[in-house]
């Protein structure tokens, strides 16, 4: 059974940092692809990171390059989501997605196999 399970959200100033998790496992995790998307209410899903595990190619969102990095540590089936100089438009619930299959450019397109929960991060003025 694939299981995601996103933490590290809450509230922040303007300018702050947060680090988000995403635990996994189910899978053959040095073989998928795995990323972060964001969706604030009345607000389209948007695509912030991924990443092909094997391969090592990871996109951004235009609008996080540059603040945002993606990293993994497999001993633990772990990615993160390192949000620097966070913004209020930053807020949002942010989801863990994992393409099972390897799949960079399905799971960029938001057709992932497997999504978690989600996480809500709160950017204050």
């Known amino acids: 059974e694939v299981q995601l399970q996103a933490s590290g959200g809450g509230l922040v100033q303007a300018g702050g940092s947060l680090r988000l998790s995403c635990a996994t496992s189910?899978?053959?995790?040095?073989?998928?692809?795995i990323g972060w998307f964001r969706q604030a209410p009345g607000k389209e899903r948007e695509a912030v990171a991924g990443h092909h595990m094997r391969d090592g190619v990871t996109y951004y969102g235009d609008s996080v390059k540059g603040r945002f990095t993606f990293s993994s540590d497999a001993a633990k089936n772990t990615v993160y989501l390192q949000m620097n100089n966070l913004k209020l438009e930053d807020t949002a619930v942010y989801y863990c997605a994992v393409d099972s299959r390897g799949y960079l450019l399905q799971l960029w397109r938001g057709n992932a196999n497997y999504w978690g929960q989600g996480t809500l991060v709160t950017v204050s003025s």
């Open positions: 189910g899978f053959a995790f040095e073989r998928s692809a």
